[in-house]
């Protein structure tokens, strides 16, 4: 019988059911005989829990082992490749274009278990670090939390999941308010009250019938919700979630009171009083829908890139993004000079302090103990590059007679990456270059035993100026 009825609706609209590819999942059929119901239809029959597009579906709620494929796929991934092989700059590549997103389709849709982003950003993390082996204190240089932030607050642009993945579910409430208000899906949605708050901070709405904006939670009162504006009056609510033009209607509001709550106080008077002044003043548009507008962006429209960022406000802007990431350079000197900048590079006072071995004098100079501004600033070996550099490009700036006295690696790069010369972004991929061949060749003296000279030193740069000229540094071309 359902077949022939399933038969007759593909005669009708044209489709056709695929059976091989459909299952049958019976819901609340306790006193059903499924076996005469199902008689002559070719699907199969399963339950709960099971998977529809891709996601797990269950009737309950679901569980860690229900997201176990994700889980599953992000280890698979890491298996076939060799991450001893790769630089940082590449494992780097391939944990944003990759292994985030294996999971962005899952974060649209649901709300995984925080345990579960913390797997995903455990195994993350470890490739980045370590590549295929174990992670260790001395392999994970900044910490995940630094890292996982954009750019501009000092990140390597890694998304974190559970902010990406809250961006993602605000979609869902922008989609809610604009809908009419007996279209509401609010029972539906992944979105839990901290995300419902974040989107009312984010959000400003205009009134008009009031039908698809909630009383509580919309931010119509000078850009702000009632909820947060008065929060005793909300809490002895009995309708939280009408909306405006139900709460308005007849002061249904009002009606919602429960003013013999054991909490009651003058309080609540009080912020009664103010409430029903700023009501007062309300006035519906009939037939004008609410116009609700996103704060993050010049559109008023709500996009997932904004909603990402807007909670890292209040992070502290850093200035890595100008001076490192947007100069031309190979992305493991781009990888590296982030590094040096924040100081984490294993120079020989880091090592101390680990109480690991090493040398604590300069191997450049043998003079000085090692320290990060000592080797890309203070030491004589550096400067008398730079020196050279300097009368070689005619550019008096990158002199280290010009340089200001500085405390750290990020002051004094800062410093020379902001100099008034023809070309800045030529002079901060000259920075890059420089920095990483001093890295190279105290390497190399240390591990390989291998030492250069200084104008050996010089002459390996400027061939590497010509070979980044004729790889795209088009800004070095212009300074040098």
Known sequence: ?????????????????????????????????????????PASRT??????????????????????????KVSAKLSTWSGKNLSAAGRLTLVN?????????????????????????????????AGSERLTGGKCKVNWVCAARPKQY???????????????????????????????????????????????AATSVRVGDGKSSLFWESAWLRGTTPRDTFPLTYSISNGKNRSIHEALSNNRWIHDLHFNHNDFSTAHIHEYCQLWCEVNQLRLMHNT?????????????????????????????????????????PPKC?????????????????????GWPHNPRCVLCASCPESGLH????????????????????????????????????????????????????????????SWTIWCERNSRIF????????QTIAMIKEQIRLWILGGAKHLARLV
């Open 1 to 41: 019988m359902l077949a022939r009825i399933l038969e007759l609706f593909g005669e009708t609209t044209g489709l056709k059911t695929n059976f091989h590819k459909s299952t049958v999942v019976p819901i609340q059929c306790n006193n059903i005989n499924l076996s005469d119901v199902l008689s002559g239809l």
């Open 47 to 72: 339950s709960f829990p099971l998977k529809y597009l891709g996601l797990p579906l269950s009737m309950n709620r679901l569980k860690r082992v229900d997201f176990q494929p994700w889980i599953d």
């Open 97 to 129: 274009a990759v292994l985030t997103s294996q999971v962005t389709y899952l974060l649209l849709a649901l709300k995984p278990p925080q345990r579960v982003l913390d797997f995903i950003d455990s195994k993350r993390k470890q490739f980045l670090w």
């Open 154 to 200: 000092g990140g390597l642009g890694i998304l974190h999941l559970g902010f990406f993945s809250r961006a993602l579910r605000l979609r869902w409430l922008w989609q809610e308010a604009k809908l009419l208000n007996t279209q509401r899906i609010t029972k539906d949605i992944p979105c839990n009250m901290l995300d419902r708050r974040l989107f009312a």
């Open 289 to 329: 829908p609410d116009l609700i507008k996103w704060k993050f962006t010049m559109s008023g429209q709500y996009t997932t890139q904004s909603a990402y960022q807007a909670q890292f406000c209040g992070s502290t802007c850093m200035n890595f993004n100008s001076i490192i990431w947007r100069a031309w350079a």
């Open 334 to 354: 781009k990888f590296f000079s982030w590094l040096a900048v924040q100081n984490r590079v294993w120079t020989a006072d880091r090592l101390a302090r680990r």
């Open 375 to 434: 080797l890309f600033a203070e030491c004589c070996f550096t400067r008398h590059i730079w020196a050279d550099l300097s009368i070689w490009a005619a550019i008096t700036e990158i002199h280290h007679s010009s340089w200001q006295p500085v405390d750290s690696v990020h002051q004094w790069w800062s410093n020379l990456a902001t100099s008034a010369v023809r070309s800045v972004k030529g002079l901060r991929t000259l920075i890059i270059l420089v």
């Open 448 to 455: 390989e035993h291998k030492e250069k000279t200084v104008t």
